[in-house]
């Protein structure tokens, strides 16, 4: 049987950016042309790309005279149908999409930090003009996360999403846990590989987990959070003896970024945590990325893949681009965002979790009972205690039931002034092994 060709509709794209991630995406659209023409009727032409610096040698197949310094020329440029934004950072990338979005352009992003503090403004600007603004890229690289949310998932309830969307720490953490490398080790390793940054603190702190996580909480929850929303503690602390300890009790550490629907509230925390060996995410190892998603009708849900990098990441960048000329050709729109309402950000000192701690105590009799006195005091109940050590040596490891962080904050605060407790040394929240 012969099918009738399907129509090729040329779209042209304004880049804005090409470094890790844009120079990949123009590979890409090169190597597979003859793909995304047949499977999605249309052709992709790079027709400018706006950098910082003209002078750069660029790995891609485009002549020089596309190249340009002037970002806004392009997103004005009567001649460019779709902007794809990867240059990152809020300023100048929030005013050229702004300017290409009410310019009735469709924009294709990458940039997490972006979205996650000014997603809202740009949103209501891509709906004002009836365009689409697609950003899959932003939070977990390579690993189609968005586009599940907002279609495959939208007539589900989402729970939680738990996430391990940080390839650095995850690197490190699997050092520490596999090698028995130390941080600073396992830090200088991930920098040596290029997974780490010279200056690591967005991922080592942090920053770069609750801006996904944040972007991750607005879609599964369809509520306004920002990246100030989000609770963050990062691993700098995590040491080989808490790596040692959630080995020995059969759980692993990672850092994860955990959204919640609570009561209608939303709760959205990034902090490192034990995990039992036997959970999915305890398999996410070295630099890779993965989504835990829990939902009423679909139950457990697993995303895995590589969250960084430019190949993967203009993977996901290029599935938007499609969309985005796709609905530009027969005037359609991909899933909008609808109203990102406010719902109250659940402060973190009222969600529960399990919690483990290590004590260092003096080895005599009646440690024991001054110590469960204060946990019960407090209403956190002791799930489970082990005995390391002896002597000066004598360390206790205690894993409780699910208690409030501000009950745990506050045993914490007062088995500081017991005098057989010398020192509280690590406290880790256990996820992921619910009594
Ligand atoms: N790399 C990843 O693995 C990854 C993964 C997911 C998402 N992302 C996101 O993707 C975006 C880009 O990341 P990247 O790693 O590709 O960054 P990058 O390698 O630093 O590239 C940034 C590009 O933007 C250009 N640029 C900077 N300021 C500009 C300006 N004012 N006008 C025009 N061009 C400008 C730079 O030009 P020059 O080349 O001349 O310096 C460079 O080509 C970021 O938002 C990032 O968060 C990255």
Redesign the pocket.
């Known amino acids: 049987m012969v099918t009738d060709p399907v129509r090729e509709e040329t779209v042209r794209v304004g880049l804005?950016?090409?470094?890790?991630?844009?120079s990949a995406l123009v590979r890409l659209i090169g190597e597979n042309a003859d793909l995304i023409e047949q499977r999605a009727g249309v052709h992709l032409e790079v027709n400018r790309v706006?950098?910082?610096?003209l002078a750069?040698e660029r790995d891609v197949p485009l002549p020089a005279g596309r190249f340009t310094?002037d970002?806004e020329a392009v997103v004005t440029d009567p001649d460019i149908d779709v902007v794809v934004e990867?240059?990152?950072?809020i300023e100048?990338a929030r005013s050229l999409i702004t300017e290409a979005l009410k310019a009735g352009k469709p924009v294709v992003t990458?940039?997490?930090?972006l979205l996650a503090n000014v997603g809202k403004e740009l949103f209501e600007t891509a709906e004002g003009s009836g365009v689409d603004l697609l950003f899959e890229?932003?939070v977990a690289?390579g690993i189609p996360l968005i586009r599940p949310l907002r279609e495959s998932l939208a007539g589900d309830r989402i729970r939680r999403v738990i996430g391990i969307v940080n390839g650095t720490t995850n690197f490190i953490l699997t050092r520490m846990t596999e090698e028995g490398s130390s941080f600073q080790d396992a830090l200088a390793e991930a920098q040596t590989l290029g997974y780490a940054e010279r200056d690591p603190t967005a991922d080592i702190e942090g920053y770069d987990a609750a801006a996904k996580a944040a972007i991750i909480a607005s879609i599964a929850f369809g509520a306004r959070v920002v990246a100030g929303d989000v609770y963050r503690e990062g691993i700098a602390e995590i040491t080989d003896h808490d790596i040692a300890s959630a080995h020995d009790l059969g759980y692993v550490v990672k850092l994860l970024a955990v959204a919640e629907e609570l009561d209608g509230e939303v709760a959205v925390r990034v902090h490192p945590a034990m995990i039992p060996v036997h959970h999915p995410l305890a398999a996410v190892r070295g630099s890779f990325n993965a989504l835990f998603i829990e939902g009423d009708a679909v139950g457990e849900l697993m995303l895995y893949g590589r969250g960084?990098?430019?190949g993967p990441?203009a993977s996901a960048v290029l599935g938007d681009l499609i969309d985005a000329a796709k609905n530009l050709t027969s005037g359609g729109r991909g899933a909008t965002i609808g109203a990102l309402g406010r719902r109250r950000a659940r402060p973190i000192d009222e969600v529960e979790s399990q919690f483990y701690l290590l004590m260092e105590v003096a080895d005599q009799p009646g440690v024991l009972a001054k110590i469960a006195d204060q946990f019960g005091r407090h209403a956190v109940s002791i799930k489970s205690m082990q005995q390391r050590g002896i002597g000066a040596d004598a360390r206790l490891i205690f894993v409780t039931h699910r208690a409030r962080e501000a009950d745990l904050r506050a045993t914490v605060h007062a088995l500081r002034d017991v005098d057989v407790v010398h020192r509280v040394g690590s406290v880790l929240r256990v996820l992921g092994d619910e009594d």
């Open positions: 804005l950016g090409c470094g890790n991630v844009g706006a950098v910082r610096n750069r310094h970002a990867v240059i990152g950072g100048p990458a940039n997490k930090e890229a932003s690289g960084a990098g430019g990441s």
